[in-house]
C-alpha cells in the first residue's frame, strides 16, 4: 500500500468532512477515480475509509459511518446526516463576511476576485442578518510591499526556491539566504515567510518588512522531509531559558525599538516624567543591543542587568576616546 502523507489533524478533518457528502453523491464511484478527483492517493483515500467506521452521531453500530471499497468502488452509508447541506448561523454568517472583507484587503492577493464573488454571495443570502457586519473589522497584518508578498505566493504555489537578502536586526546585518517556501502567515500584525533555511538547515520565520531583495530562482524549491511548520499559536518569539532579561528606557524618538525588535512588556511614561517608555527584553547575544542603544545617540540606555549597563558604557566612552584621538591628528 503507497505511504500515507503527513498532515495535521485539522486538515484532515476538514477534508472529511467534505469528503463524505461527496461520496454519498457519488455511490459506486470506481476508488482511483474518487482518489483523483478529490486530490489525494489511493492509500491516503483508503485510510479515511476506514477512518469513518469511527464516525458518526454516536457510538452504536448503527449510529456509525459505513464505507465499503473491496470491490474497488466506494459506497457509503449511515451517512445521512452529515450528507445534508450544512446552513450558517447568523453569527457564523457575520464572522464569515467579516472574514472575507479581511482577506480582500490582504496585499499580493491574487484570488480576489474569487473573494468578491463569494462574498457578494454570502451577502445576498445572509440579507438584512448580515447588517452587523458592517460594524465589525477585522485587522489585517502589515509590513511588507504587496509585490514580494505575491512573489512569495507564487513560489510556494509553483514550489520554487527563493534567495533572499534579509536584516537580522539581532546582528544590525543583511544575510543572503536560500530558501524553499512553505507558507505566508500573517500574524501579531505583521507577514512571515516560513520556509526551510538551507544558511541555518532548519525551518525558520522571516518578517517581510525586512526582505530587502527576494528573487524567484529556478530551481525545485520543495522543502525537504524534516521541514514542518511551527506552532504559532502564542506568537513567533521564542525565547531561550538562558537569555539575558535586559530593562530599557527609551526616550521619545526612540519608541520605535518596541514596534521593531521582540520585546516582553512595555510601559508608557508619563509625559511630566520625559515620556517615551520602559520595556523589557529578552536576548542571547548583547552585542546588537550595545549597537542599538549607541545609535540611539542619548535617547535610550539600560537600565538593567548592571553589566549590560557597563558594557554600553565602556564602549560608548572607547569610542569617545578614539574619536577625540582621530580629531587631535
Known sequence: MPPVPQETATARLARLLTMVPWLVNRQGIDLAQAAEDLGVTTGQLEADLRLLFLCGYGQLPDELIEADWEGGRVFVGNADSIARPLRLGVDEAVTLIVGLRALREVPGLDE??????????LESAAGDAAAPASRVRAEVAEGGSPELLARARQAIADRRRIHLRYVVPARDEATER???????????????????????????????????????????????????ERDLSEGTFRPAPDDVVVTLRLLPGATWVSDYYPVDSVQEVPAADGGGQVVTLRTADTAWLRRLLWRLGGRGHVIEPADVVAEVREGAHAALATYGRTGER
Open 112 to 121: 480576489r476576485d474569487a473573494v468578491d464573488r463569494a462574498l457578494a454571495k
Open 178 to 228: 536560500d530558501v524553499d517556501p512553505m507558507r505566508v502567515v500573517g500574524i501579531d500584525g505583521q507577514w512571515y515567510l516560513e520556509g526551510w533555511c538551507h544558511r541555518a538547515e532548519d525551518t525558520r520565520l522571516f518578517r517581510m518588512d525586512r526582505v530587502e531583495q527576494l528573487t524567484v530562482l529556478d530551481v525545485d524549491g520543495t522543502p525537504p522531509p524534516e521541514a514542518s
